[in-house]
């Protein structure tokens, strides 16, 4: 049972913003640990959407955007695509498990 | 452009041991401060970090898998390896491997492979 927990799904028409939870604790999120987030399409193998809980990678469009609060994180998808219908996962270290770990992961479907 | 490719046997038998390899393109396992991860996917329990080698030669491991699995890479090839031994049902997974780096304050994946299917059955 993964100790990040995501919401299963959210969905949103094209155009629309949705967003995107993690809910973690005291040793991970709400630690010094940043958050990192992935997008996995269909049978393809997760890609690195966010590093660093707000940095984009090269080539990753400024409509993802990442943030952090307390033991939380989100991640916004502005001005959604039919292309961002994928699974999105979020990333950390925990202390306590002494262990990198993952979201529950959310699918994301465009209306 | 870093590329990782897994290879290895799709089946395994139950109690029997299970081997895969990474073969890394592009770049120098033992170049940066990498660590090179194997992570794996399963339908009930998602991502899950098995353990990784660093540059270095450290290793660290999940704590739930630790007393049966082993990361090494082979500098010659160019290469990672994963063993885990005594497997079962609940090792059935699609296995990747990935590079992780360490920029910010926690370590995450910059390139995986393709990802390999193992399936653990009689």
């Known amino acids: 049972q993964s100790v990040l927990t995501q919401p299963p799904s959210v969905s949103g028409a094209p155009g629309q913003r949705v967003t995107i939870s993690c809910t973690g604790s005291s040793s991970n999120i709400g630690s010094i640990y940043d958050v990192h987030w992935y997008q996995q399409l269909p049978g393809a193998a997760p890609k690195l959407l966010i590093c660093?809980?707000?940095n984009r990678p090269s080539g990753v469009p400024d409509r993802f955007s990442g943030s952090k609060s307390g033991t939380s994180a989100s991640l916004d998808i502005t001005g959604l695509q039919a292309e961002d219908e994928a699974y999105y996962y979020c990333?950390?270290?925990?202390?306590?498990?002494?262990?990198?770990?993952f979201g529950t992961g959310t699918k994301v479907t465009v209306l | 452009q870093v590329q990782l490719q897994e290879s290895g046997p799709g089946l395994v038998k139950p109690s029997q041991t299970l081997s895969l390899t990474c073969t890394v393109s592009?770049?120098?396992?033992?170049?940066?401060?990498?660590?090179w991860t194997w992570i794996r996917q399963s339908a009930g329990k998602g991502l899950e970090w098995i353990g990784r080698m660093r540059t270095n030669g450290d290793t660290d491991y999940n704590l739930s898998l630790t007393s049966r699995v082993t990361v090494s890479l082979d500098t010659s090839k160019n290469q990672l390896s994963l063993r885990l031994t005594f497997v079962t049902a609940a090792d059935t997974a699609v296995y990747y491997c990935?590079?992780?780096?360490?920029?910010?304050?926690?370590?995450?994946?910059?390139?995986w492979g393709q990802g390999t299917q193992v399936t653990v059955s009689s």
């Open positions: 592009g770049d120098s396992i033992i170049s940066g401060s990498y660590s």
């Open positions: 660093g809980t707000i």
């Open positions: 990935a590079r992780g780096r360490l920029d910010y304050g926690s370590v995450y994946f910059d390139y």
């Open positions: 990333q950390s270290y925990d202390s306590r498990l002494r262990a990198l770990v």
